[in-house]
Nanobody
Framework: QVQLVESGGGLVQAGGSLNLSCPASGRSFSSYAKAWFRQVPGKEREFVAAISWSGGRTYYADPVKGRFTISRDNAKNTVYLQMNSLKPEDTAVYYC????????????????WGQGTQVTVSS
């Protein structure tokens, strides 16, 4: 059974930091692109950051550029999201995902998803 399990979410004050991790089990994702998306109630899931299978290329949504960093460790089958200078508008459920190919910013490009972890940023 393939599983992606996010952890590291929680409650933090504005300006603080969190580090999300997402280990995978059931198969290797070393050849897959990985990404983080987020979603708030009543809104569509939105792209946050993506990383190529080798880790050589990274992509970020404009609202998080310069504050968030995506990385991966293929030996551990894990993707990470370091979030700094958090703002209340970053509050959302964060999901990790894996893709064999396609546009990195599209939800439909991703084949596997985790269950999500809540991030709440207080003002």
């Amino acid at each position: 059974q393939v599983q992606l399990v996010e952890s590291g979410g929680g409650l933090v004050q504005a300006g603080g930091s969190l580090n999300l991790s997402c280990p995978a089990s059931g198969r290797s994702f070393s050849s897959y692109a990985k990404a983080w998306f987020r979603q708030v109630p009543g809104k569509e899931r939105e792209f946050v950051a993506a990383i190529s299978w080798s880790g050589g290329r990274t992509y970020y949504a404009d609202p998080v550029k310069g504050r968030f960093t995506i990385s991966r460790d293929n030996a551990k089958n894990t993707v990470y999201l370091q979030m700094n200078s958090l703002k209340p508008e970053d509050t959302a459920v964060y999901y990790c995902a894996a893709s064999e190919g396609g546009s990195y910013y599209l939800v439909t490009s991703y084949d596997y998803w985790g269950q999500g972890t809540q991030v709440t940023v207080s003002s």
